[in-house]
């Protein structure tokens, strides 16, 4: 978040938008409130113009082009979670031989 944060108030980001995705509600969100708010600790680094927050990539993609996210795209994709192999694969690439 912080690098995020960082990126967005860039003075070289000037006229570029931006998004964060997160489906980490819990560490993202308003406490106890709306999961479409963020967390009143990051709140500063969104605004309704160059930067903006998502809770799911198909609300984020739909915002940049409608018609790219379908229905059944939308309710029909789920996050899978990646298994400890392929997590140590992808942090130790040597360590899979």
Not at 21 to 42: I, K, M, R
Not at 58 to 70: E, H, I, L, M, Y
């Amino acid at each position: 978040m912080e690098t995020y944060a960082e990126c967005v108030s860039d003075k070289s980001a000037a006229g570029k938008r931006f998004a964060f995705v997160t489906y980490n509600t819990a560490d993202f969100s308003l406490d106890g409130g709306n999961e479409n708010v963020p967390h009143a600790d990051f709140a500063d680094a969104f605004s309704r113009v160059k930067s903006r927050d998502y809770i799911n990539l198909s609300n984020a993609v739909r915002r940049v082009d409608p018609a790219v996210v379908t229905d059944a795209m939308y309710y029909s994709w789920r996050r899978q979670p990646r298994g400890l192999t392929e997590i140590v694969e992808a942090e130790f690439p040597l360590a899979a031989c």
